[in-house]
């Protein structure tokens, strides 16, 4: 990320409106990390903060290996049907060499563990052609210069079994992540690996085999303890390098205020005396500009916002992302899992760009510089094309992630 690169006169002067400064913390500057390279044992006593930085920039591979088909594919198809279910492109090793040449740094790979898991019936295994593929898809963007992170993401949300049967949801849960941890302990510590996605929080409520959980706030946030917890301990005591590896935690539905929010507690790990901790949020606001890209129905029908970018709403969105300051200042590395703006579904079926999306885009951008996050944008080839011409194809777009990948920022 170019923090030397200075943006629009316009975009800058609305930045200085909002009360913003662009200084950087004396914790940013102790956590700025001169040496463009590094091997693994550079990982190995780095800690959380300085981690996040050279993370830098990150994509996700949207809508791929979590597209959950196992509803229709069963739980034993060829692991390229549930990777292109929901519509994507067999992932090649050439698009994570594009996102790479883009100026990404990072990428997320969401995953759905339990598309080939029938633990209704009893089976915990997960198959062992889409753990392969899983592994091929890190090796590929390994191979390619990248950061990467694994997770357990949606999965056909029985998450919401922690809300009905814990000791079920925990035998999941344990399936996921012995089967995971032990098939990546010997893995590159620039593999990270995220305990959940957004369903921690009020989804361990949500709706599984027609039956809802009924936990309190205050509840989902205490069982959010424990699992961060007993999720670091897990992966620790699995040895090789997943005793040192960076881990990520989801925050409260991975909302910035909720899990900013005194009830939100990050787990100890006592094995390691720096910090290899990281917290996870997610960033869609305002959701009618962020989220939506046609008429929705939210307790009456809702239009998409078409535009963004006064200066309250720029005011705002830096305020959302100085609530998490505390978290840096506790060491504690902070990532952007997701971000994004959506696109207008046109009449013809077609989508086209909003008005404002550069300056949306650049101002979560400078606040992630601002503040040592490591941004990674949720796309499912839409900006970011993963058939044809790959990369971005967008000028401005392209520019702007050009100019943020880590290698520009010293």
């Known amino acids: 990320r170019n923090m030397k690169k200075l943006k629009s006169i316009c975009s800058f002067l609305l930045i200085l409106i909002s009360g913003t400064s662009c200084m950087l913390s004396a914790k940013d500057t102790e956590s700025k990390i001169e040496d463009k390279t590094f ?8 800690n959380a903060l ?28 060829k692991p390229e049907q549930y990777e292109t279910s929901w519509g994507q492109p067999v992932t090649t090793k050439k698009i994570f060499e594009a996102m790479k040449d883009a100026g990404f740094d990072s990428v997320r790979i969401p995953v759905a563990w339990t598309s080939t898991m029938d633990w209704r019936n009893g089976d915990f295994k997960i198959n062992d052609d889409f753990m392969d593929r899983v592994k091929t898809l890190v090796d590929w963007a390994l191979d390619a210069g990248l950061i990467v992170m694994i997770n357990d993401h949606w ?16 035998k999941i849960f344990d399936a996921i992540w012995d089967d995971v941890g032990t098939n990546f302990k010997d893995y590159s510590y620039k593999l990270v690996f995220e305990a959940g996605n957004e369903e921690w929080g009020h989804r361990f409520n949500d709706e599984v085999d027609g039956k809802t959980g009924n936990l309190t706030v205050a509840e989902q946030y ?13 992966i620790r005591k699995q040895g090789s390098k997943n005793s040192k590896r960076f881990l990520l935690i989801p925050g409260y539905n991975t ?23 990281m917290v996870s949020v997610h960033y869609y606001s305002p959701a009618l500009y962020s989220l939506v890209g046609e008429p ?15 200066v309250k709403e720029i005011s705002e969105q830096n305020r959302l992302f100085n609530l998490l300051k505390n978290f840096k200042n506790d060491g504690i590395g902070v990532v ?53 011409k790959l990369g971005f194809t ?14 520009l920022e010293n």
């Open 39 to 46: 091997n693994e044992s550079d990982f190995e006593v780095m």
């Open 296 to 310: 929705v129905d939210w307790g009456g029908i809702k239009q998409p916002a078409k535009t963004w970018g006064t």
């Open 50 to 77: 300085q981690f996040t930085k050279i993370m830098g920039n990150g994509i996700n591979l949207g809508n791929t290996m979590e597209a959950a088909g196992a509803v229709w594919l069963g739980y034993n198809a």
């Open 155 to 170: 999965d056909y949300q029985w998450w919401g079994l922690f809300g009905q049967d814990k000791t079920l949801a925990y």
């Open 336 to 388: 952007i899992g997701e971000y994004a703006v959506a696109m207008l579904k046109n009449k013809d079926g077609s989508y086209s760009r909003k008005e404002n999306d550069v300056l949306w885009l650049e101002n979560v951008l400078d606040n992630c510089d601002r503040n040592n996050y490591a941004p990674f944008l949720w796309d499912c080839n839409n900006y970011f094309h993963k058939t044809g």
């Open 394 to 407: 967008d000028s401005d777009i392209a520019e702007l992630y050009k100019s943020r990948r880590y290698e």
């Open 222 to 234: 205490k069982l959010m303890t424990e699992l961060s917890q007993y999720f670091v301990d897990k």
């Open 255 to 277: 909302d910035f205020v909720k899990t900013t929010d005194s009830q939100f507690k990050m787990p100890a790990d006592p094995s390691n005396n720096i910090s290899k901790l």
